[in-house]
T-cell receptor, first 112, second 112 residues
Framework: DVKVTQSSRYLVKRTGEKVFLECVQD?????MFWYRQDPGLGLRLIYF???????EKGDIPEGYSVSREKKERFSLILESASTNQTSMYLC???????????FGPGTRLTVL | QKEVEQNSGPLSVPEGAIASLNCTYS??????FFWYRQYSGKSPELIMS????GDKEDGRFTAQLNKASQYVSLLIRDSQPSDSATYLC????????????FGKGTSLLVTP
């Protein structure tokens, strides 16, 4: 079974803090993704990575950065958290490009 | 603009009935199509993949694809209250080749 884990289920941070969200997959998948999900807006792609140290912007990259130093780990960084970044953050991975993605449990981030 | 459209619902069906969920997409280059189920507060879970025109059956689930009409559907036979969830349609992004484009989901309620 594919397993995707995320570092926290719930996280509360203050405005201006630097926030790290980590994602680890154990199936040797090449491709990893970060989404945020908000009511009425659906899943929106923030960044994805198709190889170690490679990254591509998704639809809403502003205010975020990512890091992929090892194949199994993909980190999302909020450089200076703002209240409009309060959301559910979902990490996913896939073996083949454009193929089925497997999601982690999600991190519900609240920025106060 | 890459769009995946779903009726938001809620779609209400009685227990034991067939639930029919529909999705249309705009990207003619898409080749891979997926249905995810998402319970409230949880992450999306893959339930069906379909790549060729026609029907694909897996237990109580049947996915139907018509590329000419740019239409994909999910039928759930013998619906159970435990099927009550939001169902997300996802289509591979023919432009990037890596990402999936998600619809906003249809909420299904199965009433006892």
């Amino acid at each position: 079974d594919v397993k995707v884990t995320q570092s926290s289920r719930y996280l509360v941070k203050r405005t201006g803090e630097k926030v790290f969200l980590e994602c680890v997959q154990d199936m040797d998948h090449e491709n990893m993704f970060w989404y945020r999900q908000d009511p009425g807006l659906g899943l929106r792609l923030i960044y994805f990575s198709y190889d170690v140290k490679m990254k591509e912007k998704g639809d809403i990259p502003e205010g975020y950065s990512v890091s992929r130093e090892k194949k199994e780990r993909f980190s999302l960084i909020l450089e200076s958290a703002s209240t409009n970044q309060t959301s559910m953050y979902l990490c996913a991975s896939s073996f083949f490009p454009g193929n089925e993605q497997f999601f982690g449990p999600g991190t519900r981030l609240t920025v106060l | 603009q890459k769009e995946v459209e779903q009726n938001s619902g809620p779609l209400s069906v009685p227990e034991g009935a067939i639930a029919s969920l529909n999705c249309t997409y705009s990207d003619r280059g898409s080749q891979s199509f997926f249905w995810y189920r998402q319970y409230s507060g949880k992450s999306p879970e893959l339930i069906m993949s379909i790549y060729s025109n026609g029907d694909k059956e897996d237990g109580r689930f049947t996915a139907q694809l018509n590329k000419a009409s740019q239409y994909v559907s999910l039928l759930i036979r013998d619906s159970q209250p435990s099927d009550s969830a939001t169902y997300l349609c996802a289509v591979n992004d023919g432009y990037s080749g890596y990402a999936l484009n998600f619809g906003k989901g249809t909420s299904l309620l199965v009433t006892p």
